[in-house]
Each structure stands twice: as C-alpha cells, then as structure tokens.
C-alpha cells in the first residue's frame, strides 16, 4: 500500500496529490480547476472552521450570508480592487434564457457587495462598529490549479468590519491576525510568522496587509491567512458615510480578513510523510481508532467488540466528542487495516488482540513517530488525551525547528541567489525597494517578498537589493 505514495524526495507534487488521494481528501471536479472535498476532507475543514468560529464570536463578530452574484459596476467603483481581481473573474451574462442588462460576476471576495450593503445599515456613529464574518464559497479562475492550495472554487470564510475612526480598525486589523496566529499555532500546528506584506504584495484596494506566513516542508513559503486595513477607500466608493459625535459627515474604516482551505493543503505539506496523511491531533476527526484484532470470529463477538465499545465510550467523553472509532475491516488482513488509518492520518491506533484482551491492555501506536507504548484499559481516559496532547506539541516543534533551521540571512543579491539556490527556504534581507524592485527580484529569482516580521520590526540595515539606508528586516521566498 505504501507504493501508492510517490516519495516526497522524487517528486514533491506528485507526493502531495498522492497523500491527497490516498487519505481522501479530496478529487477533482468535472469543471476544471474545482475540487470536491470529500468527507474526510470535509470534516478536517468543519473541525478548523469551529475553531476559528468560535475565536470570531469570542472577539463579538457575528456570522452573516451575503450574495453570490455582484453586478459588474461594483468592482469598478474601486479601481485598485478591479485591476487587481479582473482577470480571475468568472462573469454571468445570461439567466433564465435571457441576456442580462448588466454581467454579474461571480464573487472572488465580498467587500463591495458588503460595502454597498453597509451604506445602507450606517447612518450614525451609534451604527458602528459593525463585525460581521461569513463563511462562503468564492470563484476566481485559477490557470494553474493544485488541489486545495490553489483551485478556481474555494471554501472560505471573509470578515468585514465598519468602525468609526482609524485607529478602531488598525486595531481590529491586528486582533484579528492574532486571532489567525493562536488558531493556526495551537490547532493547526503551524509555526506562523506575522507580519506586514510589501506595498507589491498588499490586497488590491488596501491601505495595508498583515499576513500569517508557514514554511511548507519543501521549503516553500505558503500564505495562510491575511487581514487587511482598508482605510476609507471601499467607504468612499460604496458611500459609507455617518454622522460623527460632533455632528459631522465621515467615511467609515472597514477592514477584512479571510482565511481558506488553502490552510488543509498547509496542514497535509507541513506534517504529512511518504506513507500518508499526517494530523494534528486537535483538527483530527477521528484522533484514535480501536483495532480488535483476532482470527477468531466468536472471540471478535463476545469479548474483542464488547471492550471495544466499552472502550470507544469512556475515551469519547474523556475527549468530549465523537473522536474515537472502531474498527470493523475484518475482512482485511491487521497490516492493511493498520495502515488504512496511518494513511488517512489518525493520530493513535489503539491495537486490542488477544495478548491486550488478557492483559487488559491496550498497545498504543503513535503516528507521528511509530512509537509503541502499552496502556492499561484503567488508564486509557486520562492516558490517550495526554498522548494526544504531546503529538501536537510535538508536531509543533518538528514544524517550527524545520523553519528556524531553513530560514538564512543574506547581505547582497549574489549571497540572496545563492542561498536560494543551495539551500531554498526563507531568506532574511534588509529591504526598502519599490514595486518594480519586488517584481524584478521575482523575475531574476522566482522568490517574492512574504512579509516584513513583527519579530523584527525594530531592525534597520542596508537594503540588499538597492543598498538604500534604512531598511526593514524582511522575509523572501518562493511560495505557492
């Protein structure tokens, strides 16, 4: 079964479509460029979706829906906006047999549907602030598709908030990136670095973009999650306009944030290996499955199933959930059984024979590294969640050494290429170049700037590229 896996060291790609297919992740749609998530896929998206739910409700944001269609005059009232998503458009030009007055495109994002919406709601300070999220599907026409990371139609969730000054929306700007930093570090297992995007690398329309950014184990930067501070730019195009405490007309300060299940293809190229599927044990829907095991089918019926149950009963209301299964494959031989669940990424395998019946025991098998342990059936309850807990952290950590030992500094753009060449992964500079300076580093290098690091935004030095004084500390790689 492990042949069905091509090994991440000969083909990278390959492995990731292979580790997809095998755990069930996903396949593609008869459309090109769109994917179905199948139920394995999908419950590992429900899973980070709650998190992240409950994170927003917690900060007060409330969930919305907005429409699916937008009329094609409305990406145009922000110039940058349009420019930026144009070319990824799907557009609807007739319905119902007939040619429509006006095109409507298929939403690549919400903020000017939301935006008019939003004139409408706003009339006075009193009115503000308004936190809304929603969790939709979008289009936008991707050329090159990768399931997950990159497909036409996509699973997201967008926030949009309206507040009355500037510095009320910087500041929800920021707390909703930490928001996507705790989710990401505590559930995903993702050692992100925050930070503030290049003015080349900002969301079309924003004054400015903060970014999550998470080293893949190629060695590729991978985009996460991004929240954008958008001034007063989609409020004077769509006519966000309150009366203020002191009587007087204003533009709001909106802001957006979103992230996708782009972040399932981050969890599958951080943690997962060449035999399968690798996941952290909080966004695992099922985080340990009992394996009766026994060539005897009345032994299965009256001793082996009956513990099982027992068994999958006491460990699920350790977990608080339905987070624990039993296994009924028997007509499998115990190896393909076993490696069933390692492939779609379990994170225990609880092995329950004959020898563990007697003993009354259970022989515990840890995916993240193979180790063996046995667990009386006494201590199972408290056992399995403190062993699910270890397996995070330690996903964690195996993520986070793997960025810090692939992370380098570079001087000048002779010592940038060939680090970028020998070694790859994030290449610390000093940086103060332009637009033009960004897309010509991208042409000669194919890496593009990720974000100048919160960790280091005190730093100043001689920019790498055009020797300009004054600096900040960013962070280059190739990316997905």
């Avoid at 690398?201 to 004054?207: C, H, L, Q």
């Avoid at 019946?357 to 993240?368: G, I, P, Q, S």
């Avoid at 790498?464 to 004084?469: N, S, V």
Wanted: proline share 5%; net charge negative.
């Amino acid at each position: 079964m492990a042949k069905n896996i091509t090994p991440k060291e000969k083909d990278y790609s390959q492995w990731y479509l292979d580790v997809i297919r095998v755990a069930e992740m996903a396949d593609y749609a008869p459309v090109r460029g769109c994917m179905v998530v199948r139920p394995t896929g999908y419950a590992v998206w429900e899973l980070v979706q709650k998190h992240f739910d409950d994170a927003f409700k917690e900060t007060g944001h409330v969930n919305a829906a907005f429409p699916l269609l937008i009329p094609q005059s409305f990406l145009s009232k922000e110039a940058e906006h349009v420019e930026g998503f144009a070319p990824e458009c799907a557009v609807v030009t007739h319905a119902g047999g007939e040619e429509l007055e006006e095109p409507l495109i298929v939403r690549p994002t919400s903020e000017t549907v939301i935006g008019y919406m939003y004139s409408k709601w706003v009339q006075s300070w009193r009115d503000l602030p308004i936190l809304i999220n929603q969790w939709c599907n979008v289009m936008r026409w991707e050329k090159r598709p990768r399931l997950f990371l990159r497909t036409s139609e996509f699973l997201w969730q967008e926030g949009h908030t309206a507040h009355a000054s500037k510095d009320e929306a910087v500041e929800e700007t920021l707390r909703m990136l930490e928001v996507y930093r705790h989710i990401m570090t505590d559930y995903l297992a993702l050692p992100v670095l925050e930070g503030e995007k290049t003015e080349g690398e900002r969301f079309p329309g924003a004054d400015n973009t903060y970014t999550c950014e998470t080293m893949m184990s190629d060695k590729k930067a991978l985009q996460a999650g991004t929240s954008h501070y958008l001034g007063q730019n989609f409020a004077k195009a769509f006519e966000i306009q309150f009366q203020n405490r002191d009587g007087e007309m204003e533009f709001a300060y909106t802001t957006s944030w979103g992230v996708s299940t782009r972040l399932i293809g981050a969890i599958i190229m951080t943690h997962a290996d060449n035999d399968g599927l690798v996941l952290p044990p909080r966004i695992a829907p099922v985080k340990a499955v009992i394996i009766p095991i026994s060539t005897s089918d009345e032994k299965i019926d009256k001793e082996l199933m009956p513990k099982a149950a027992e068994l999958k009963a006491a460990l699920n209301e350790a977990l608080g959930g339905r987070f624990v299964n039993v296994d009924t494959q028997f007509h499998m031989r115990p190896g393909d059984r076993f490696f069933s669940h390692l492939q779609k990424g379990v994170p225990l395998r609880l092995e329950l024979g004959e020898k563990e019946y007697a003993a009354e025991k259970l022989r515990v098998v840890r995916r993240d590294t193979g180790e063996k342990i046995d667990i009386a059936w006494a201590d199972a309850p408290t056992a399995i969640p403190a062993l699910l807990d270890e397996i995070q952290r330690n996903l964690y950590n195996r993520a986070l050494e793997f960025r810090l030992a692939n992370t380098h500094r570079a001087e000048n753009m002779e010592e940038f290429k060939r680090l970028l060449e020998e070694k790859g992964g994030f290449i610390e500079v000093f940086f103060g170049g332009s637009k033009a300076d960004e897309k010509a580093i991208k042409e000669a290098t194919g890496a593009t700037p990720r974000c100048f690091p919160f960790a280091h935004a005190e730093e100043r030095g001689k920019c790498f590229y055009t020797g300009k004084e004054g600096a900040r500390k960013a962070i280059f790689a190739k990316a997905y």
